[in-house]
């Protein structure tokens, strides 16, 4: 992980982030837009229901590095989700925390600063192991660099699904232990 958030850091930025959606809500109630305000209610539910859910995962430097993601300098806007209910066995937490950071850092280094560059991960359990998709849009300048990063991701489990200057979605698997 880049930075080792302290326990005051933390509280900031959530209490900016919570904040800023009581003013979207705030507003919107002010110019009369119910449907809208409910609407901002909805989605800050699901993600609070996310966050809860990636927390679950037993996890905590990699739910972390998630829940942290868009408090830092990238040049994407992150979000997750949690597929599954049930509580997850352990896999190699430190492999996919280190290699979803190296990814972060080699996609910072790829994209066209001041773009809608958005990542989404989606984080699914299935028999064996858990799935990670990573679906990226947005503008990437350097494909090569990026392309080289997943072709060359060592032992961890890497499948490259569609990859374009515009859009890349990738897929890393990681067994259970």
């Given at each position: 992980?880049?930075?080792?958030?302290?326990?005051?850091?933390?509280?900031?930025?959530?209490?900016?982030?919570?904040?800023?959606?009581?003013?979207?809500?705030?507003?919107?109630?002010?110019?009369?837009?119910?449907?809208?305000?409910?609407?901002?209610?909805?989605?800050?539910?699901?993600?609070?229901?996310?966050?809860?859910?990636?927390?679950?995962?037993?996890?905590?430097?990699?739910?972390?590095?998630?829940?942290?993601?868009?408090?830092?300098?990238?040049?994407?806007?992150?979000?997750?989700?949690?597929?599954?209910?049930?509580?997850?066995?352990?896999?190699?937490?430190?492999?996919?925390?280190?290699?979803?950071?190296?990814?972060?850092?080699?996609?910072?280094?790829?994209?066209?600063?001041?773009?809608?560059?958005?990542?989404?991960?989606?984080?699914?359990?299935?028999?064996?192991?858990?799935?990670?998709?990573?679906?990226?849009s947005g503008i990437i300048?350097?494909?090569?660099?990026?392309?080289?990063?997943?072709?060359?991701?060592?032992?961890?489990?890497?499948?490259?699904?569609?990859?374009?200057?515009?859009?890349?979605?990738?897929?890393?698997f990681m067994p259970f232990?």
């Amino acid at each position: 992980m880049e930075k080792n958030w302290d326990v005051v850091e933390v509280l900031r930025h959530s209490r900016h982030d919570w904040l800023n959606r009581l003013q979207l809500i705030k507003g919107n109630l002010d110019l009369n837009r119910v449907d809208r305000a409910k609407a901002i209610v909805d989605q800050i539910i699901i993600e609070t229901q996310h966050e809860s859910k990636l927390s679950n995962l037993k996890m905590p430097l990699f739910a972390a590095l998630l829940l942290t993601a868009n408090w830092g300098k990238h040049l994407f806007q992150l979000d997750y989700e949690v597929l599954h209910e049930t509580e997850t066995k352990p896999v190699n937490e430190g492999e996919i925390t280190n290699w979803t950071s190296s990814f972060f850092s080699v996609l910072d280094r790829s994209l066209e600063a001041f773009q809608e560059n958005s990542l989404s991960v989606c984080i699914d359990q299935v028999k064996d192991g858990i799935r990670f998709f990573f679906d990226f849009s947005g503008i990437i300048t350097e494909t090569m660099l990026l392309k080289e990063f997943l072709e060359h991701s060592g032992k961890t489990d890497v499948t490259i699904g569609s990859f374009s200057d515009t859009e890349l979605s990738v897929e890393v698997f990681m067994p259970f232990r």
